[in-house]
């Protein structure tokens, strides 16, 4: 029995070491003042892809308004 545990506790793969962590993305905070408001900032943190998508996302949108705007009326 001793023999079969010492088999089962080699098979087993070892934890990782400490230093082998995954890296986490590092975190980006921009402040943005509140419109209306000369005083009041609101701080959003997001990772570098987080903030790629938004701007992707932001020029989408941005790119579908001008589009739309540039048709003419009734068609």
């Known amino acids: 029995m001793i023999f079969t545990m010492l088999l089962l506790l080699q098979a087993t793969p070892a934890p990782p070491p400490a230093s ?3 890296e986490r993305e590092k975190v980006v905070c921009r402040s943005y003042q509140v419109t209306g408001s000369l005083i009041a900032s609101r701080r959003v943190c997001l990772t570098g892809a987080q903030w790629k ?3 992707r996302d ?3 949108m941005i ?3 001008q589009q739309t705007s540039a ?3 009734g068609k």
Do not use: S
């Open 20 to 22: 082998e962590k995954p």
């Open 53 to 55: 998508e938004q701007e």
């Open 58 to 60: 932001t020029q989408q």
């Open 63 to 65: 790119d579908k308004i």
């Open 71 to 73: 048709q003419p009326a």
